[in-house]
RNA sequence: GGGGUCGUAGCUCAAUUGGUUAGAGCACCGGACUGUCGAUCCGGAGGUUGCGGGUUCGAGCCCCGUCGACCUCGCCA
């Protein structure tokens, strides 16, 4: 007999009614009766129910024991009789009427139980996360993550992708998220960076000449958290290829995250391949999101026209001033009492804006302020443009566009979630693509990169030299899936002259990217592929397939919103023999004192 | 750094809206019970109502401050 067990505990079946086992895992549940009592057993595995008599020698320890202490049993299969069978087990038919029993380790009382499925704070359950670990969702949310790693990196190599490593210390970046320093021990006053990304390197690994490189990545940005957003650290399925145009890099990942998706989705639809691919400047104006979900059947439509010079005389004169008018349908929410509209609007004020108009069409004929100052013809246009239905409702969001895209964004959600019109059991993916290169930063008043300063401008340098910067496309596309950003990636600019161009046109001199990529910049100047790639992130990829809102449910160790590990008391302060050793000196005392 | 929600037993929640000794379930401890699978029944222990101040005859509840958790804005090329 083996030390610890002879089979695990959700193997046993009737073929094995007889034999003698032994058995080890945690007690999950105690039902005593005085003189029999049951012990569900529970490992990695699953459940098997353990019984033990009063004659049993095993019967004192299985009395005394606590749940959640390690034992090991010994024992003999025996059928449960068909009237006591558990059908929710796949071990339901049998039982092992335990010989003896030993306890491995003992368990004192638990700061959060393991059985049942409560919800608990996330301060306790972080705290005491090896307990939440062996909870029943919990766990089977972290065996889902290795499972669709797996599967990428299986999806991967069959397409031709190999697997590198890149370095986790490196060198601090100027441009993007704020990077997590690391002291040099060796050259006092310098510091590495955990990589935001490996983007340099996989740029490089192209240039070296390896085609298809893919990576399970980790990467570190210093910025704080969200529900889907984990502080500090994440993981990315990195890829990029060489000799590629966009439509080749959606080619080849479309049918990985498909693949990926059909086989842990359970019975959800997934979009088949190929993924719509939707403008930026389209999807700002459709969904008033460059994420949008399109479970949500709702389409924001610009009715400035509509209004311009009309009887409505608010949005009449800010159009004037350049304003522009969105309109968000609601399918049916005409008949819906008027404290939808009201409610919906003062919403949008709780929200920060300035509100939202509304018309609500009973029998085709339009109620409220809107409808009545903006006269029959103009309401008529609208319902045609619009394609409204008799007993619809229809809101409206007026200022400058950008701001208004949002609200309207905002809006379409709000109006899909209240008249619950989000399709269910499906996976929505898209491809927003066009992305422009450049933006007007009003703070700074000058032109930056709106995203990846080492795209491609569509046009390449002809672009660069005769076009308004801002509006320059960028070979620059990211994958949504219902309504969550999964990666961003690009076609790189992999010519140093276009590269110094776009540079020069954020105000950047030359001598700057020579500085600052130089790694880069130089290895262009020896022979560089076109290549391309992107970056889908794995943790929301498992937040997906888990059905799970928040990014730390399919994380193992998370860190909380402070990014604190509860558990391990990271960050920490160290030595001052550390800090010598760094050439570090502390400002202050020290962290503050609670 | 700003905004929002919350904070009562180890955990999940309640307390007739300012009124007697702050209750219940789970967990824990003790007792009864031979077929349960959220076992059941009886009993026990468990509280500085996050912390500090204020208003009041009286505060878990109202006010001010503070601390903490989460959500969110900023941020995340």
Request: with cysteine; charged share 25%; net charge negative.
């Given at each position: 007999m083996h030390a610890y067990r002879s089979h695990h505990c959700s193997q046993l079946r009737k073929e094995n009614v007889g034999q003698t086992v032994r058995l080890s895992g945690w007690v999950y549940r105690k039902r005593d009766f005085g003189n029999l009592l049951f012990i569900d057993l529970r490992d990695h595995y699953g459940i098997s129910q353990i019984v033990v008599e009063r004659d049993s020698p095993a019967f004192a320890l299985a009395e005394s024991v606590r749940s959640e202490s390690v034992i090991m049993v010994d024992g003999r299969v025996t059928s449960r009789g068909a009237e006591a069978f558990n059908e929710n087990l796949p071990t339901g038919e049998i039982e092992v009427r335990a010989t003896s029993i030993e306890l491995l380790s003992e368990a004192a009382d638990l700061p959060l139980p393991v059985f049942g499925n409560a919800e608990y704070p996330e301060e306790i359950r972080l705290r005491n996360r090896f307990l939440d670990l062996r909870r029943e969702k919990l766990h089977a949310n972290i065996v889902l993550r290795s499972k669709v790693i797996a599967s990428l990196r299986r999806r991967m190599i069959d397409q031709g992708f190999t697997e590198f490593q890149t370095p986790i210390l490196t060198a601090s970046s100027p441009e993007?998220?704020?990077?997590?320093?690391?002291?040099?021990?060796?050259?006092?006053?310098?510091?590495?960076?955990?990589?935001?990304?490996?983007?340099?390197?996989?740029?490089?690994?192209?240039?070296?000449?390896?085609?298809?490189?893919?990576?399970?990545?980790?990467?570190?940005?210093?910025?704080?958290?969200?529900?889907?957003?984990?502080?500090?650290?994440?993981?990315?399925?990195?890829?990029?290829?060489?000799?590629?145009?966009?439509?080749?890099?959606?080619?080849?990942?479309?049918?990985?995250?498909?693949?990926?998706?059909?086989?842990?989705?359970?019975?959800?639809?997934?979009?088949?391949?190929?993924?719509?691919?939707?403008?930026?400047?389209?999807?700002?104006?459709?969904?008033?999101?460059?994420?949008?979900?399109?479970?949500?059947?709702?389409?924001?439509?610009?009715?400035?026209?509509?209004?311009?010079?009309?009887?409505?005389?608010?949005?009449?004169?800010?159009?004037?001033?350049?304003?522009?008018?969105?309109?968000?349908?609601?399918?049916?929410?005409?008949?819906?009492?008027?404290?939808?509209?009201?409610?919906?609007?003062?919403?949008?004020?709780?929200?920060?804006?300035?509100?939202?108009?509304y018309i609500?069409?009973?029998?085709?004929?339009?109620?409220?302020?809107?409808?009545?100052?903006?006269?029959?013809?103009?309401?008529?246009?609208?319902?045609?443009?619009?394609?409204?239905?008799?007993?619809?409702?229809?809101?409206?969001?007026?200022?400058?566009?950008?701001?208004?895209?949002?609200?309207?964004?905002?809006?379409?959600?709000?109006?899909?979630?209240?008249?619950?019109?989000?399709?269910?059991?499906?996976?929505?993916?898209?491809?927003?693509?066009?992305?422009?290169?450049?933006?007007?930063?009003?703070?700074?008043?000058?032109?930056?990169?709106?995203?990846?300063?080492?795209?491609?401008?569509?046009?390449?340098?002809?672009?660069?030299?005769?076009?308004?910067?801002?509006?320059?496309?960028?070979?620059?596309?990211?994958?949504?899936?219902?309504?969550?950003?999964?990666?961003?990636?690009?076609?790189?600019?992999?010519?140093?002259?276009?590269?110094?161009?776009a540079f020069e046109l954020a105000g950047y001199d030359r001598s700057v990217v020579d500085e600052q990529f130089s790694g880069m910049i130089n290895a262009f100047k020896f022979g560089a592929p076109p290549h391309g790639g992107s970056a889908p992130g794995v943790d929301r990829i498992v937040m997906l397939l888990a059905d799970e809102p928040n990014i730390r449910e399919v994380i193992l160790f998370p860190m909380n919103q402070k990014a604190e590990d509860l558990m391990m008391g990271a960050p920490s302060e160290v030595s001052p023999r550390q800090l010598k050793e760094l050439g570090i000196k502390l400002v202050n005392d020290g962290p503050k004192q609670p």
């Open positions: 993007g998220a704020r990077d997590f320093l690391v002291p040099s021990r060796i050259h006092h006053g310098k510091f590495y960076a955990l990589p935001q990304a490996p983007q340099m390197f996989k740029q490089l690994l192209m240039v070296a000449g390896f085609d298809r490189y893919f990576q399970i990545a980790p990467c570190f940005r210093d910025e704080d958290a969200r529900a889907d957003r984990s502080p500090g650290e994440f993981y990315q399925l990195d890829f990029e290829m060489s000799f590629v145009t966009q439509e080749d890099v959606f080619a080849a990942i479309e049918p990985v995250l498909h693949g990926v998706f059909e086989e842990f989705s359970g019975k959800k639809a997934v979009t088949p391949p190929p993924f719509p691919r939707i403008a930026y400047k389209e999807s700002m104006l459709k969904y008033g999101s460059d994420k949008p979900d399109l479970r949500n059947p709702l389409e924001i439509a610009d009715v400035t026209e509509v209004f311009r010079g009309g009887g409505f005389g608010v949005f009449a004169k800010a159009i004037e001033e350049g304003a522009v008018v969105r309109a968000i349908p609601a399918p049916g929410a005409g008949t819906r009492a008027r404290s939808f509209f009201d409610g919906t609007n003062q919403w949008a004020k709780d929200e920060g804006y300035a509100g939202l108009g609500n069409f009973k029998g085709g004929e339009g109620g409220g302020g809107v409808a009545k100052n903006l006269g029959p013809e103009r309401v008529a246009l609208l319902v045609q443009q619009m394609k409204l239905g008799p007993d619809d409702g229809v809101f409206f969001a007026c200022g400058p566009a950008n701001t208004v895209a949002k609200l309207a964004g905002l809006a379409r959600t709000r109006v899909g979630q209240e008249l619950d019109l989000i399709e269910k059991d499906t996976f929505k993916f898209c491809w927003i693509v066009d992305f422009p290169m450049f933006e007007y930063d009003e703070v700074e008043k000058k032109v930056i990169f709106s995203h990846n300063p080492f795209s491609m401008p569509q046009g390449e340098m002809e672009a660069l030299n005769t076009m308004n910067p801002l509006d320059i496309l960028a070979y620059q596309y990211d994958i949504v899936c219902n309504g969550i950003e999964l990666s961003s990636g690009a076609i790189r600019n992999h010519k140093p002259e276009i590269m110094y161009k």
